[in-house]
């Protein structure tokens, strides 16, 4: 096992790599000189030049993409164009805010999914069946940024419950070690920032939270209906076991592998949906930091933020793989 | 191919297709069918609500909502079209070549695709919009490139099947060229899994086009373009909120179109999905 997640991380070397090549490539091409960008249309010659020394852009594309992967292994991104930050710190700022909703997203995505699923495989063909089928398709054809203004519409306008924006009240102060505001008050014991902490995160972790809900909602049934029908649940019903215990302890497990091969594909696509949800909830995540950064051609903060989102992504699909020997014990690594 | 017209006993399918038709219907015929012009400002009459003679109701300047719909639509049958058809020439050609030949030229490839698989869509497309410039045929290559590695998996994955094949093993012994061999005899033997893709993908393109258009990234104003509508209302959400929910439709019941008739092929081509 061990020595499969070290072969693993190896292989993820070249794919960061050849991340880091094509967002290289891609933002140098971007038409415009970063360093008039970054010193404004007047400035003189000389002060565009010395920048463009400082900056290596004065030496072959090449040998600025040598220093470029060097300083992505140091995690050494540069500093943001607009607030001249270290972009690793922008990140580290902004990381928690993207986490703390695609997390949340997940585990409603997977509880009502999963729950959806089952049930949907348990009574086959009946109308939660029916139901389960129009939302998973529904779910999967919903713009997430539509479905975003149409809760903005409903639950902050029309019905005041919900705030429009933000991750709490603005007349709260708060500051916590991790940064996941929900996490932090409730380590503190604050339960009124974390009620308002909560209210604020409901409708954009429940309008993003659709898209994985819709997929495993999907896998779960078709996976569960293959499962029901195998000898070791006939043998189970047989026993006389419960049916909540035959389909929870003996069909369900058996039916999560692909179900937890979708989760993990499922992140990747939240990681991209949180870009729009986070622009319409002006969440304060790394999406509308990435948003943001491409408004303003502000070359080393994008650079970051999709290095750091890939990366994100590949450790993820690689958590997956590992999760497969602990949910089946009959997948051993070699 | 009349094997292929039995999907459409699946209702859900069917609802698909004529989803589509309609779509495809109003795209063409839009000069006759949309009641104004969808570039005709009329300030007098701006963010009026859904009204008889704005069955939709009108944006910030004046525009009728439904004619920028209807004429919208086009758009985003053409952004579908254009860039599955990219994805789909480079994938199809990527995926062949990597199944027939393998080696060296396969894992170059399929690394590739692995480092373009490792973006989240919309952030790769981002990625790729950021250096062609906000533009709408810019968001239709872009769209097309990330959709290349699911197509070039698929075909060659069926690919590696086929070509396993006696029928293939048989055209390779009577001498027949590489390219004859792949294009006469694995090619028309895929062409299930590539329709469901293609079905699939069309959907999605149409998706990703205006969340890109949405982020400002794609089609520019005044582009009928429905996830551009939805960037612009946006600062009328609370005064007018007609202008953000119409456009939102028309994505969300194109999408779901091809999404259900991609559906029904699948399970028509692979029942055990069913």
């Known amino acids: 096992m061990y020595r499969y997640i070290l072969r693993r991380l ?33 400035s003189s010659e000389e002060a565009v030049a010395k920048i463009r020394e400082q900056l290596g852009l004065d030496k072959p594309k090449i040998v600025q993409f040598f220093y470029f992967l060097l300083n992505v292994a140091k995690g050494d991104f540069g500093r943001s164009f607009t607030t001249n930050e270290f972009v690793v710190i922008e990140i580290a700022k902004h990381f928690p805010a993207t986490i703390e909703l695609t997390v949340c997203s997940m585990i409603f995505g997977s509880i009502v999914g999963l729950v959806l699923g089952v049930t949907a495989a348990t009574y086959r063909n009946s109308i939660i069946d029916y139901l389960t089928t129009v939302i998973s398709v529904t779910g999967i054809s919903m713009p997430v940024f539509w479905l975003g203004l149409m809760a903005i519409i409903l639950f902050s306008i029309k019905l005041p419950i919900f705030p429009i924006s933000g991750r709490l009240d603005p007349t709260i102060t708060f500051s916590g070690r991790t940064g996941l505001i929900i996490l932090d008050s409730l380590l503190q014991g604050n339960f009124a920032v974390f009620k308002d902490a909560i209210h604020h995160i409901f409708l954009p972790a429940l309008c993003l ?64 949906g949180a870009v729009l949800t986070e622009t319409i909830f002006a969440w304060p995540g790394i999406g509308r930091l990435s948003v943001e950064a491409i408004d303003a051609r502000n070359y080393p903060v994008i650079q970051g933020c999709i290095i750091f989102f890939a990366f994100i992504f ?21 | 191919m009349r094997r292929l017209f039995k999907v459409f006993r699946n ?54 909502i439904l004619s920028r719909i209807i004429y919208g639509a086009r758009i985003s ?50 990625a790729i919009m950021a250096a062609l410039g906000p533009d709408l045929e810019n968001a239709m290559i872009a769209v097309g490139i990330v959709n290349i590695p699911t197509f070039a998996r698929i075909v060659r994955a069926s690919a590696l099947i086929v070509k396993e094949q006696e029928y293939v093993m048989a055209a390779q012994a009577l001498g027949q060229s590489n390219s004859k061999i792949i294009f006469r005899h694995i090619l028309p033997n895929i062409v299930g899994p ?9 959907g999605g393109s149409i998706l990703n086009a205006a969340g890109l258009g949405f982020l400002g990234m794609g089609a520019q104003p005044p582009t009928p373009e429905w996830g551009a509508m939805l960037s612009q209302a946006r600062s009328f959400i609370i005064s007018a909120p ?13 999408v779901l179109g091809f999404n259900i008739l991609g559906d029904g092929l699948r399970d028509f081509l692979d029942p055990r999905l069913r």
């Not at chain 1, 290289?24 to 960008?37: M, V």
């Not at chain 2, 704005?54 to 910030?60: A, K, M, P, Q």
Request: overall charge neutral.
């Open chain 2, 242 to 254: 007609w202008t953000v929910t119409f456009p939102g439709i028309a994505i969300f019941l194109s």
């Open chain 1, 10 to 42: 190896l292989i993820m070397i070249p794919v960061i790599i050849g991340v880091s090549a094509v967002v290289f490539f891609l933002i140098r091409s971007i038409p415009g000189d970063p360093a008039l960008i970054l010193l404004g249309e007047h």
């Open chain 2, 194 to 202: 590539i329709t469901v893709q293609v079905t699939l993908s069309y």
């Open chain 2, 11 to 64: 209702k859900a399918a069917l609802a698909g297709l004529l989803t589509i038709l309609f779509f495809i219907f109003i795209a063409v015929f839009a000069e006759f069918i949309a009641p104004y012009s969808p570039y005709e400002q009329n300030l007098a009459d701006r963010l009026q609500p859904p009204s008889k003679s704005h069955l939709l109701g009108t944006d910030d300047l004046g525009r009728d």
């Open chain 1, 209 to 272: 939270g659709t898209i994985p809900l819709a997929s495993i909602a999907r896998m779960t049934r078709s996976s569960m209906l293959e499962v029901l029908n195998q000898d070791f649940i006939r043998t189970a019903k047989a026993k006389g076991l419960p049916s909540r215990k035959v389909i929870y302890t003996h069909a369900l497990r058996n039916a999560l592998i692909p179900v937890v091969t979708v989760m993990g594909l499922q992140f990747g696509s939240l990681l991209g």
């Open chain 2, 77 to 126: 049958l053409a952004i579908g079209l254009i860039s599955v058809a990219l994805a789909l020439g480079v994938g199809i050609s990527a995926g062949l070549v990597s199944a027939y030949y393998g080696g060296i030229v396969d894992t170059l490839l399929m690394r590739l695709f692995d480092v373009m698989l490792a973006f989240p869509t919309i952030l790769l497309a981002m």
């Open chain 1, 314 to 334: 590949v450790i993820i699909n690689l958590l997956v793989d590992i999760l497969y020997a602990f949910i089946d014990p009959r997948i051993r690594y070699e």
